[in-house]
Structure formats: structure tokens, C-alpha cells
């Protein structure tokens, strides 16, 4: 039997909401290292929050891989939302994949710009993405800071519609990405 959290829509599966969580945990950790690590300078080597920065940066891209390869491969189950709110949320979901995937890419290319190896684990070394001294890997630094400012943005727009849903349209459309949350309409398949 399949729980229904507002007798349309059934909860997200287990992979989809562990890999949404630890993104949430990989994202608070990057903006608040992001914010207190020095700034970055020609000469700055990548040692203490710099070091950190990237290593929790390769694991957010290996994470978004992942999520990106689930998503096409397993869609979720429809939210029955009004047009406008469903439009509004397709909407939002893409630019928070596409932020959550060029941020720390064009923060990679910085990186490799750089001459720093970019490792996942800090095992499995990344390839460079631009040539040590590259002007436009440089440049990628800078758009990698304004569009954290976006994603950041976004967040805050998808906490704000989550909260938005429970406590004032109350269709419990934030429960189906919550932890524990009840089987998938594909339980067998998502799992």
C-alpha cells in the first residue's frame, strides 16, 4: 500500500531524498566555509577552508552527477499543484540543478586555473578544466562568486515555498521530501 500525503502524491523515494538531504548538508557546509575561508589572491595556496572548499566543492559535484543521472532516470511522481504553483516550481527546481552544477564547476575551472588539483575524497584527482594561468579560468572565479549569491537566492526561495506549502496551503507537498517519509508510487523502482 502506497502513502499518500494529501491523497495525491506520494513521498519521494529513499535515493532521491538522501541525495536531496546530502545535498542540503554539502551546500550549508560549502556557503559557510565559503564565507570564512580567506579571500583568494594570485598567490594563495589551497591549505586550511581553501583546501576544505575544495574538497567538499568535488564531493557536491560527484553528489550532482548522481542526482542529475536519478533524476532522468526516475521521475518523481506528479504533485497535482495548481499550474501556476507546478510551473513555478518546474521553474525553480531547474535553476537551483543548473546553480548546484555551475558553481562548482566554474569554481573546478578556477581551480585548475590555478594550478591546484581538485580531488575527490582528496583520492580520486579530477582533470583540469583550464590551463594553469588561464585568463578565463581566473575569470570563472569571479561568475563562481556571483552565481553563489543565485544559488543562495534560490535556497532561500525553495525554503520559503517549502514553508509556504506546510504552514499555509498546508497540501503537505514538503513532506514528500522529508526524511522518513512513506514509500514512492515506484517504491521498488526508486529504492
Known amino acids: 500500500m502506497i ?7 506520494p513521498a519521494y523515494g529513499i535515493v532521491a531524498r538522501t541525495l536531496h538531504w546530502l545535498t ?20 594563495t595556496q589551497p591549505v586550511g577552508l581553501i583546501a576544505w572548499h575544495l574538497g567538499v566543492g568535488s564531493a557536491l559535484i560527484a553528489v550532482m552527477v548522481l542526482r542529475v543521472v536519478w533524476r532522468l532516470t526516475h521521475q518523481p511522481a506528479p504533485d497535482d499543484l495548481p499550474p501556476l504553483l507546478g510551473f513555478a516550481s518546474r521553474v525553480t ?10 558553481v562548482p564547476l566554474l569554481g573546478w ?8 588539483q581538485v580531488r575527490l575524497a582528496s583520492v580520486v584527482p579530477y582533470p583540469s578544466l583550464s590551463p ?3 585568463p578565463f579560468g581566473h575569470a570563472m572565479g569571479d561568475v563562481h562568486g556571483i552565481l553563489a549569491w543565485v544559488l543562495f537566492a534560490l535556497i532561500v526561495m525553495h525554503v520559503l515555498a517549502a514553508l509556504f506549502h506546510r504552514f499555509i496551503l498546508k497540501d503537505h507537498v514538503m513532506q514528500r521530501m522529508a526524511p522518513g517519509a512513506g514509500p514512492s508510487r515506484d517504491a521498488a523502482r526508486d529504492s
Open 3 to 9: 502513502k499518500l500525503y494529501d491523497g495525491r502524491a
Open 24 to 43: 542540503v548538508l554539502l551546500i550549508a557546509v560549502q556557503f559557510v566555509i565559503g564565507w570564512t575561508m580567506p579571500d583568494v589572491h594570485k598567490d
Open 93 to 102: 527546481h531547474f535553476l537551483l540543478y543548473v546553480c548546484l552544477l555551475l
Open 109 to 116: 575551472i578556477n581551480a585548475s586555473s590555478r594550478g591546484w
Open 132 to 134: 594553469t594561468g588561464s
